[in-house]
């Protein structure tokens, strides 16, 4: 047994350090709390995993987990953010794709042009916003998107 004070072996059951004569307590035991793995959802897996698994085809996986998560609020956030941020970046992509079809029927360079950079800046935006819901809901945090993060905790609640 280690002394915490100054470091020093000791032998195992001492109560005093055989150098600077600290107490050495039984070692601490870790709370039941901390020791307890992150509480399952209703689907059966743990709730991070399922948290992930809510971003992981964005909209569609959000709405699956709305379906099936009765219990875990955590699952339900990340369902309902999931939900909201892929809904309305999906309805974005849509737009850019439809001035990118106008563009190119009528001939206009410039305005293709200018939808195709803003199409993958777009691209590029949400696939690090992905990346980081996907990391952060490993890690059992419930990170709030700006606008979308407020009303999936709402409805999370309900």
């Known amino acids: 047994m280690f002394c915490p004070k100054c470091g ?3 032998p195992d059951g001492a109560k005093f350090c055989s150098k600077c004569g600290a107490g050495l307590g039984a070692p601490a035991k870790p709370s039941e709390a901390a020791a307890k793995p992150e509480t399952e959802s209703s689907t059966g897996m743990s709730a991070n995993v399922a948290g992930l698994l809510c971003y ?3 909209w569609i996986t959000g709405i ?3 379906v099936l998560e009765k219990k875990s609020k955590f699952v339900k956030f990340h369902a309902w953010q999931s939900i909201m941020v892929f809904g309305v970046l999906t309805v974005v992509q849509i737009i ?4 990118n079809a106008i563009a190119i029927s009528t ?3 410039g305005l293709w042009q200018f939808a195709h950079v803003l ?3 777009f691209g590029v935006i949400i696939a690090g916003l992905w990346i ?3 990391i952060l ?3 059992g945090k419930m990170w709030k998107v700006p606008g979308a993060g407020n009303w999936a905790e709402k409805q999370a609640n309900k």
Do not use: K
């Not at 850019?96 to 001035?99: A, D, K, N, P, Q």
């Open 8 to 10: 020093t072996e000791n």
């Open 56 to 58: 992981v085809a964005g």
């Open 64 to 66: 699956v987990f709305v």
């Open 96 to 99: 850019l794709s439809i001035l």
């Open 107 to 109: 001939f206009s360079f």
């Open 119 to 121: 199409s993958v800046i």
């Open 132 to 134: 980081a819901l996907v």
């Open 137 to 139: 809901a490993a890690q």
